[in-house]
């Protein structure tokens, strides 16, 4: 029966008292089965020995989260859902980090043509984790800055090249190298290769180089020491 004298409100049907609480929404998605809590299931993200800004952002992709233009359109935050890149197709979160033919010329970079499994599967977590089985570090690097590219393009409208994301990556991940040391997981640790002083009154000539991938930006670079280092 209705009662007159009362207001109409919002009542909870999930707590006897109709009243909203954490506890009870918790515990009716519980009853309801729409809760996951396999929490362990993303823990080989949290476990990634890099910055935690990387960690976070590979949690965002993998749960689509990163605010691609499908996504802001879904939430009304843009007019479209078309990749502001290329202009071609719906910006997801695979188009955008891998699709898009701004990001698959870096790719290419990696000599990864021929990679079937890179290329072709849709599922985002599955291509996040065998990236980061194939590739390590790089894969987590490269997606980090081509995801930085394509901000730069959209929100800010500087571009940048190929091989300035390409050298943005490297000393990224130089760096996570240098900081964190071995493998993404638990690895073979990085070898540090020191310098050897000459035991006469000669000097040293100590040269290096690096390439960043096949037909990539280059350098090398050399250094004449005596044996005091100077």
Not at 44 to 63: A, E, G, M, S, Y
Request: aromatic share 10%; glycine share 8%; proline share 2%.
């Amino acid at each position: 029966m209705v009662n007159e004298g009362v207001p109409d409100c919002i009542t909870w049907k999930g707590d006897l008292n109709v009243v909203y609480t954490a506890r009870s929404g918790y515990a009716w998605l519980l009853n309801n089965n729409m809760l996951d809590l396999h929490t362990d299931s993303w823990s080989w993200i949290w476990k990634l020995k890099v910055p935690q800004k990387l960690n976070f952002f590979l949690w965002l992709v993998c749960h689509s989260a990163i605010p691609t233009n499908v996504l802001r359109f879904q939430r009304h935050c843009a007019g479209s859902d078309i990749c502001s890149r290329c202009g071609i197709a719906s910006e997801t979160v695979l188009h955008c980090l891998r699709d898009c033919n701004k990001a698959r010329v870096i790719w290419l970079k990696l000599d990864l043509e021929d990679k079937k499994w890179f290329w072709e599967d849709v599922n985002v977590t599955h291509w996040i984790q065998n990236g980061v089985r194939a590739l390590d570090r790089v894969f987590v690097t490269m997606a980090w800055w081509i995801w930085r590219a394509r901000c730069s393009k959209s929100i800010v409208n500087q571009s940048m090249t190929t091989a300035e994301v390409l050298h943005s990556a490297s000393l990224m991940h130089d760096n996570i190298q240098h900081c964190f040391g071995g493998t993404l997981g638990n690895g073979n640790q990085v070898k540090w290769v020191s310098w050897t002083p000459p035991l006469t009154d000669n000097v040293v000539l100590n040269v290096d180089g690096s390439a960043l991938g096949n037909l990539g930006l280059a350098g090398y670079g050399g250094l004449i020491r005596d044996r005091d280092g100077k």
